[in-house]
């Protein structure tokens, strides 16, 4: 790899984790407004319309979210601390198993957790609901997670090897 390509892949890194900063913090912000400013406002002022039971409902439904919303934020962090020139390898374990765990934990709330939880809110619900994406994620997960132990493994034996040499 080039300088250039180097240079050209650092400022590419800054620039997704800028994405990622943004795309967090917009999505954040909505779903704090969604979630808990609007349904304050319209309880503080007093109207009746909003029922707590739904507002709660729709809170579960919305807590996967979260877990994305972290795993962007890990992908982000990596990219940030690449663009910043640290070494690729100690970044990529821990951003896979960060990525990893919230991607399955966000996959395995959506499929098995929100239809569960709101059955017991009084909601109608399921013992698993069929979220194809939510499994998806979630395997997705438990594979990065995996991938990013065999990194970290890699990178130990690595350090012995260049300790012998």
């Given amino acids: 790899m080039t300088t250039q390509d180097f240079t050209r892949f650092r400022r590419m890194c800054g620039q997704f984790r800028w994405l990622a900063v943004f795309m967090v913090c917009s999505v954040g912000a909505i779903l704090a407004l969604m979630h808990l400013i609007a349904p304050a406002v319209l309880t503080a002022r007093g109207?009746?319309?909003?029922?707590?039971a739904v507002w709660l409902?729709?809170?579960v439904w919305a807590t996967p979210t979260l877990f994305y919303l972290f795993a962007v934020w890990s992908i982000g962090s990596a990219m940030g601390q690449l663009a910043r020139g640290r070494l690729i390898q100690p970044i990529l374990g821990r951003a896979l198993r960060h990525v990893g765990i919230a991607l399955g934990l966000g996959g395995l709330l959506s499929v098995f957790g929100v239809a569960n939880i709101s059955r017991l809110l009084g909601g109608q619900g399921s013992f698993?609901?069929?979220?194809?994406?939510?499994?998806?994620?979630?395997?997705?997960?438990?594979?990065?997670f995996l991938l990013g132990r065999v990194v970290d493994q890699a990178d130990r034996i690595q350090s012995e090897l260049d300790e012998m040499i």
């Fill in 47 to 52: 109207d009746t319309r909003i029922d707590p």
């Fill in 57 to 59: 409902e729709q809170a």
């Fill in 128 to 144: 698993a609901y069929f979220d194809v994406a939510g499994m998806t994620l979630g395997m997705i997960g438990g594979a990065l």
